[in-house]
């Protein structure tokens, strides 16, 4: 793979966690046409990315399921507001008590 444009080949292990996150979603783009499964699930899939990359991939996400009419769920500890549309519910739950029985 070429790394930041250049012509250098380099390995995963170049890449920040947020370039590794997006170019896993990709990945996964790529290959869910081909997976039959009802319902996909992608947890925690952009823990690592900055803003600006997690916005971009979360508007692909969103314009691929509409596209393909796939359904999926995505788990995020960060902010929904990116996940707000006509074709998304979003679900946000609570922060649990801690040290209650």
């Known amino acids: 793979m070429k790394v930041h444009g250049q012509d250098k080949s380099g390995s995963k292990s170049t890449l920040s966690g947020g370039e590794r996150s997006f170019a896993g979603v990709s990945l996964l783009l790529s290959l869910w046409p081909s ?3 009802p319902v996909k699930v992608l947890d925690e899939f952009d823990v690592f990315m900055d803003n600006l ?3 971009h991939i979360i508007g692909h996400l ?3 399921f509409r596209r393909n009419r796939f359904q999926a ?5 960060l902010n929904t507001e ?3 549309g006509d074709s998304c519910d979003v679900v946000v739950l609570e922060r649990p008590e801690r040290g209650r029985e």
Not at 73 to 77: A, D, G, N, R, V
């Open 53 to 55: 990359n997690r916005k």
């Open 73 to 77: 769920i995505l788990i995020t500890p």
């Open 62 to 64: 969103l314009e691929f």
């Open 82 to 84: 990116d996940l707000f």
């Open 35 to 37: 997976l039959c499964c």
